[in-house]
């Protein structure tokens, strides 16, 4: 009997002697490691309920591979009576789902028992039992957490369009369908919350505090919210962390993983708000410290850095950069060729076929913005084909040719109709020139044009230097 789950202990013990708080997660993780597949299924056949206390207890506190003080050995014990329990109800759900019976498969049990396993952790290092370098732990009964919480409410939902309370066509908007769509991941949110704040109070000395898993937990819980669409609460995170800052270590000393995500997320967070400029720093720093092997989480970063880049410096991606996401490649190619054509129909259809991934992603009006971009780059086009000056009687030959600074406003309306300008058709066939004027006053006033509208001659003059800036033209 005591053979079965001798590859957990040895890995508990190995954990303590070392110490070494990722594989002591292992030995309460939902999932079994390679090296023991079948550890949760040998949970029922090492023990049962009646001898469960004792069986732990003799592991715990008996075994000459450990030297854990009563305090530790008690704490440990609870968090492995919850942990028997939860494997359990975990088992019984992967059971049922494996074999077609979805009905069957109860996820929010599952949710509850592993809730359990966290406050049992939770107290151990309420209490000062656990040490520092077992925050992994902490790592992993969040992490699950969640996860559990979406199955839960997925399930939950499952079985209420099954009973046919939930309708389809038009749906109900009311405070009761608000509230229980998400029940458990908002449930899961509060868990995770205290163990946000319990790091963040934490006043040990650096190296034996629990300020170490800060970042991990902020990130647990941005994606909560996230999901919650709560982006309000995630603000309140950023609040927590520069008001606790002074006695925080510095982000940069954290695991690369970490401040790829935290940076990501205020970024995002940055960008909601439209300040660009924040948010280019942080998705910027996110890109470079991702690991370039991670496609899909540098498909996320570029999703709004595309977008934050086209505002802040008119910049837009390489080809070669595209490219390396089939689905970047799909939304953002059409969008960025059209711009550099100056062509509103193809700018038009680009934002139309990937108008659902854009606001979803929140993304379509900043996307928008950039027929500002295009219609800077049609004025640009029309301003060149003008031409030169001609040269005074008597200048030099070897003089520089001089461009051309006034464009009729007719020629930049016929632009803007074969660019598929509809909306400065008049309805009567010709041109409302006061909707291109407003056009054109709108880019300078943007400063992507300098110059100005000169009414009573039907002319745009423009700037003799740097007409328009930052393209060298």
């Not at 597949?37 to 591979?65: G, M, V």
């Not at 919480?149 to 038009?170: N, V, Y």
């Not at 908002?186 to 109070?201: V, Y």
């Not at 490219?323 to 059409?334: A, C, G, M, V, Y």
Request: hydrophobic share 40%; proline share 4%.
């Amino acid at each position: 009997m005591s053979t079965i789950m001798d590859g957990l202990w040895d890995d508990f013990a190995k954990a303590n002697e070392t110490p070494d708080g990722y594989l002591l997660a292992t030995t309460i993780s939902p999932e079994a490691p390679a090296s023991d597949p079948a550890r949760l299924y040998n949970w029922p056949k090492w023990t049962n309920a009646y001898s469960l206390q004792t069986d732990l207890r003799y592991k715990l506190q008996y075994n000459p591979a450990l030297s854990l003080s009563k305090a530790e050995s008690g704490a440990w014990l609870d968090v492995f009576t919850a942990y028997y329990a939860f494997t359990g109800k975990l088992l019984a759900a992967e059971e049922a789902q494996n074999a077609g019976n979805h009905r069957e498969a109860d996820w929010n049990s599952v949710y509850e028992s592993w809730k359990e396993v966290l406050s049992a952790v939770y107290r151990g290092y309420s209490g000062n039992i656990f040490e520092a370098w077992t925050i992994p732990c902490l790592y992993a009964v969040g992490k699950y957490l969640r996860i559990f919480a979406i199955k839960a409410d997925d399930k939950a939902a499952a079985t209420q369009r099954d009973s046919g309370l939930a309708f389809g066509g038009l749906q109900e908007e009311d405070a009761f369908s608000a509230t229980s769509k998400n029940e458990k991941l908002e449930d899961a949110a509060r868990q995770i919350n205290r163990i946000f704040a319990l790091c963040l109070g934490d006043r040990n000395p650096l190296e034996d505090s629990r300020k170490w898993a800060l970042y991990y937990t902020a990130n647990l819980l941005f994606k909560t919210y996230f999901r919650l669409n709560s982006i309000p609460l995630s603000k309140n995170i950023l609040r927590s962390l520069r008001a606790g800052a002074a006695d925080t270590p510095p982000l940069s000393a954290f695991p690369k993983a970490h401040q790829v995500t935290f940076n990501y997320y205020s970024g995002v967070l940055a960008f909601l708000e439209e300040d660009y400029a924040t948010a280019e720093s942080y998705l910027l720093s996110a890109y470079q410290l991702c690991n370039k092997d991670a496609k899909r989480n540098l498909e996320m970063i570029l999703m709004y850095l595309i977008p934050t880049k086209l505002l802040t410096s008119h910049k837009l991606p390489t080809k070669e950069l595209l490219q390396q996401s089939p689905k970047l490649d799909r939304l953002f190619t059409p969008f960025c060729t059209a711009i550099k054509r100056a062509d509103l129909r193809a700018f038009n259809a680009a934002l139309e076929a990937g108008e659902d991934e854009f606001v979803k992603r929140r993304v379509y009006l900043t996307l928008e913005r950039g027929r500002d971009i295009l219609l800077r780059n049609l004025w640009r086009k029309v301003f060149l084909a003008g031409g030169f000056e001609t040269p005074k009687e008597g200048e030099a030959a070897t003089a520089p040719p001089v461009r051309k600074t006034r464009i009729p406003v007719r020629e930049i309306a016929a632009a803007l109709r074969l660019a598929g300008a509809s909306e400065i058709d008049d309805g009567e066939g010709g041109v409302d020139a006061d909707e291109v004027e407003c056009m054109v006053a709108n880019t300078i006033y943007k400063n992507h044009m300098k110059g100005y509208i000169a009414r009573d001659r039907g002319m745009v003059v423009l700037s003799k230097a740097g007409a328009f800036p930052g393209t060298g033209v």
